[in-house]
């Protein structure tokens, strides 16, 4: 079938083929590769995106079901150039090691920061907990994302 | 010839001692960074792998017929298509590259499709009819053991086998089935070359081995293939083995066509080797005042059904069988058992692991008989520069501050007891389970040791080259970078030995340099950052020679104030220096495993401070503090990095994470049932970096990414018995254990 529905602000129609995800979706047809598969059981948070405001692994979605919808992915969050300040932060805090759950976190991140923008350690952490991360132990995004909830512009 | 005056040479930036950031890090932070997973080739084929629902079998007979059948399919194969060497193997190569007429473990592979799409590929799989005859799967690795089902035998004997002390005690311990699951699956593409020849693009810790073994198995010249480090998401030992690797290249030659293939979760669990699951039996004998008299310990760890790197792993565990410590008389016997369980191979910490499980937990009991400090024993047993190893007999010639690490420790304040009663600070956490008054502290210590690079006489080298273009330096490599930072610090060196700030680093292929060797035994800042620190330097002072100058910097060749050659001119002069950078050798065992079996050593210890709830066998690991040698830190915040996520995994094993088999089946191959710790489970960490001069990696540096994972399982360990009064000999630690045994 075909579907439209927004992606980063742009109108886009894509076709989907049965069973696919709106992850599939994303990484197979629009070639938007920033949004990682890693467990395909919404256990990790690698594939997390934005879907009509709400933080959802984008593995779980059917890719029919996102029709007619708003998505953002890392992609839309990205600017034009460089960093977005939660990604600096992060950058400059050493919270990306391997990066595949990167993308994840910057999502569940900015996901945060629009409900919160100065959460406590303990509200990161429980508003990161659907995201695994096996390289850092967490600690650099936590100490990034305390920073960041400090400076993000809003 | 320009000249300025008044003009100093320039100070990089990004050198050793800095932690400037990843440069890898812009495009992963915005979903622009390559993985294997995201590759891709125009006509690509997609694969999938029919894999053995026994522990073992019988191939009775192969139907690819329906296969064939479904449209879009391209090519099935089987162990007949192998065109060269049957099997493959990291040190021995006794895996076949899909099973001929038997299947040795629940999982192996039988065939490989390609498919026009990945869902048509993974039905074709589905569609492979193999008839099977089911056989007696032997998963016992101590029946292995009575049946000589053996990989390797190891037996240790130092000093007076009669010598025995007034203080005893023994015990059993066991280490459950650990996996490294890093977030990115195993994947790759192969691109035929038209000539016969092959391109492979897929996740790895070590191109040159695995070339090797695809050379071997295709029955190619060894310049037809080039193995191509690409993007891959963690490794923590699961790379080391070839898994879809020949498969892919066999596919892509059998089709003409590129060929594609990303393991599934479920798939990544079988499809790579994981830590080995170990059954230790001690006995510690000392002296009244403490001393350590003699140790004895068998080692028995379960290989799985092939080679991988058992033999070493079992070797690691038994030389570090008595851990950072000194002991006049020692006896270690260790099996490395082949069964038809899942392959084990390499995890971070390679054998350390399961034995510092053990033996620390020894040392706590031997210092409750003796009513002594459990710190105090240990530092008065701490093995140091100069000692002898107590199972092999090496002096120890580079710095291990032991006793630093132990008086570090002992320095850093404890938390306060927790005074909240908010959730977050309960071990039921969110699930809202914990009564506060059934929350139980306790504080615990482990000291783990480690080698570092390859041991045991393997001709340990990594090759670099650093060009010199008119944008800057270039550090060319084939070493993996697996997340751990190693494209940041070898830039930093080549800066440092340069004296310039525009150094990149470049991956590139089998063909066009040596190798680097794995991407593990925490080797690569010690060997490539050694070639790269020598070839850097060379350059640098043959440049200098050349043009007869005093300084180099960003501008260029300078002598004095003048600067005689500006960058872009140099850069011009196709200047290029390449280094094999080699360990001091090290020896095989002898009979008695005695020898100079270690190129270096690394100390570190922890302290897991935790709160159990005892009646729901509940654990929150408040926090874990270490101390760990370093040598010298070239990039604080990296090793920092590299610390908290060993910790972490070291956490993992010690109450959740374990691979949990029946009759050779793995029971909980997915994120949902394996369990990996989250944000909510990492507990708060404080290192100091113990930094001494002397060892022969650059600038002093030692490896620093196992260290961490080697005590901190322990130590949370020795803090829940500490806090529930449990004998606890097995990891992971499960609420059972806590609340009901």
Redesign the interface.
């Known amino acids: 079938m075909i579907v439209e529905l927004t992606v980063n602000g742009e109108p886009v129609t894509a076709r989907v083929?049965n069973p696919g995800s709106l992850l599939d979706l994303l990484?197979d047809e629009l070639g938007?590769?920033?949004?990682?598969?890693?467990?395909?059981?919404g256990?990790?948070g690698?594939c997390s995106v934005i879907l009509d405001g709400e933080l959802v692994c984008s593995c779980l979605v059917m890719a029919a079901d996102a029709a007619d919808s708003s998505v953002t992915?890392?992609?839309g969050i990205?600017p034009q150039d460089?960093?977005h300040p939660v990604?600096d932060a992060?950058?400059?805090a050493?919270a990306?090691?391997?990066?595949?759950?990167?993308?994840g976190i910057?999502v569940a991140a900015i996901d945060l920061f629009a409900r919160n923008p100065t959460p406590s350690a303990?509200e990161?952490?429980?508003a990161?907990?659907?995201?695994?991360?096996?390289?850092?132990?967490?600690?650099?995004?936590?100490r990034a994302l305390e920073e960041a909830g400090t400076g993000v512009d809003r | 010839m320009s000249t300025r005056t008044g003009r100093r040479v320039g100070v990089p930036r990004g050198v050793v001692r800095d932690s400037p950031p990843r440069p890898d890090g812009v495009p992963k932070l915005r979903g622009e960074f390559e993985y294997a997973q995201d590759l891709s080739a125009d006509g690509m084929l997609w694969a999938a792998t029919v894999r053995s629902p026994h522990a073992r079998a019988r191939v009775v007979s192969v139907d690819l017929t329906p296969a064939l059948a479904i449209g879009g399919v391209h090519a099935c194969l089987t162990a007949d298509d192998v065109p060269g060497r049957a099997t493959f193997g990291l040190e021995h190569p006794d895996q076949p590259v899909l099973a001929g007429d038997e299947v040795r473990f629940w999982g192996e592979p039988v065939a490989v499709v390609a498919a026009e799409d990945a869902n048509t590929a993974r039905m074709a799989a589905a569609a492979v009819e193999v008839r099977y005859e089911e056989l007696d799967a032997l998963t016992d690795p101590d029946e292995a053991d009575r049946r000589d089902e053996v990989f390797r035998r190891m037996r240790i004997r130092r000093g007076d086998q009669d010598l025995r002390g007034p203080i005893v005690v023994e015990g059993e311990y066991e280490v459950g089935m650990q996996d490294q699951a890093p977030l990115g699956t195993e994947a790759g593409l192969a691109v035929p070359d038209g000539q016969g020849g092959v391109d492979l693009y897929a996740t790895s810790q070590y191109v040159h081995v695995d070339h090797e073994q695809v050379v071997a198995s295709l029955g190619l010249r060894p310049d037809q293939v080039r193995a191509h480090p690409t993007g891959i998401g963690g490794a923590f030992g699961a790379r080391e083995d070839v898994n879809l690797h020949i498969h892919l290249c066999m596919l892509a030659l059998h089709t003409g066509q590129p060929v594609k293939m990303v393991y599934q979760r479920s798939e990544s669990f079988t499809g790579h080797v994981h830590r080995h699951p170990a059954w230790l039996r001690y006995r510690h004998e000392a002296a009244g005042d403490g001393r350590l008299l003699r140790v004895e310990a068998r080692v028995l760890i379960d290989g799985g059904a092939y080679a991988s790197t058992t033999s070493a792993v079992l070797a690691n565990a038994c030389y570090f069988a008595v851990g950072p410590y000194r002991s006049e008389s020692v006896s270690v016997d260790g099996v490395g058992a082949r069964t038809n369980n899942p392959p084990c191979g390499a995890m971070r910490g390679f054998g350390a692991v399961q034995v510092c499980f053990a033996y620390e937990a020894q040392m706590d009991r031997l210092a409750a008989a003796l009513g002594m400090d459990p710190l105090d024993l240990r530092e008065l047993n701490a093995l140091g520069t100069g000692d002898s190893m107590s199972t092999t007999g090496q002096v120890i010639d580079t710095p291990l501050p032991t006793i630093d690490v132990i008086r570090s420790l002992q320095a850093m304040p404890l938390p306060e007891p927790a005074t909240s009663s908010h959730h977050s600070e309960l071990p039921g956490g969110s699930g809202l389970t914990t009564e506060p008054h059934h929350v139980q502290r306790g504080v615990g210590y482990a000291l783990g040791l480690k080698n570092l690079g390859f041991s045991e006489g393997s001709d340990d080298y990594a090759q670099a080259r650093v060009r010199l273009t008119p944008d800057g330096a270039v550090v060319e490599t084939a070493a993996i970078e697996v997340g751990q930072g190693l494209v940041t610090v070898l830039a930093q060196i080549a800066r440092s030995a340069l004296r310039i700030s525009q150094v990149d680093v470049a991956h590139v292929d089998t063909s066009k340099i040596d190798s680097a060797g794995s991407t593990s035994a925490s080797r690569q800042t010690q060997l490539s950052g050694g070639a790269t620190l020598e070839a850097a330097t060379r350059l640098r002072e043959r440049v200098l020679a050349h043009h007869d100058g005093d300084q180099l910097d960003d501008d260029g060749v300078w002598k004095g104030d003048e600067l005689l050659v500006s960058w872009q001119a140099l850069g011009e002069e196709g200047w290029e220096e390449t280094v094999t950078f080699r360990h001091p050798p090290t020896t095989g065992p002898d009979e008695n495993g005695q020898g100079v079996i270690h190129a270096d050593f690394a100390v570190a210890g922890h302290r897991a401070v935790v709160d159990v709830d005892t009646e729901l066998g509940l654990v929150k690991v408040v926090r874990v503090d270490t101390a760990q040698d370093v040598g010298l830190a070239l990039n604080p915040q990296s090793v920092r990095g590299q610390i908290e996520g060993g910790i972490l995994q070291g956490v993992g094993l010690a109450v959740m994470e374990e691979l949990v088999m029946t009759d050779g089946v793995i029971l909980n191959a997915t994120f949902t049932d394996y369990l990996l710790p989250t944000i909510l489970d990492a507990p708060d960490v404080e290192a100091l970096l113990i930094e001494r001069e002397g060892s022969w990696g650059p600038f002093g540096a030692k490896g620093v990414g196992e260290p961490p994972t080697i005590s901190s399982t322990a130590a949370v360990a020795a803090a829940i018995r500490a806090a529930t009064g449990k004998e606890l000999n097995r990891v992971p630690i499960r609420p059972q254990d806590i609340a009901l045994e």
């Open positions: 083929t990484r938007l590769p920033g949004s990682k598969n890693a467990c395909e059981q256990e990790c690698s992915t890392v992609e990205s460089g960093l990604q992060m950058l400059r050493g990306v090691q391997c990066g595949f759950c990167t993308p910057v303990t990161i952490k429980e990161l907990a659907g995201n695994i991360c096996r390289c850092t132990g967490y600690g650099a995004i936590i």
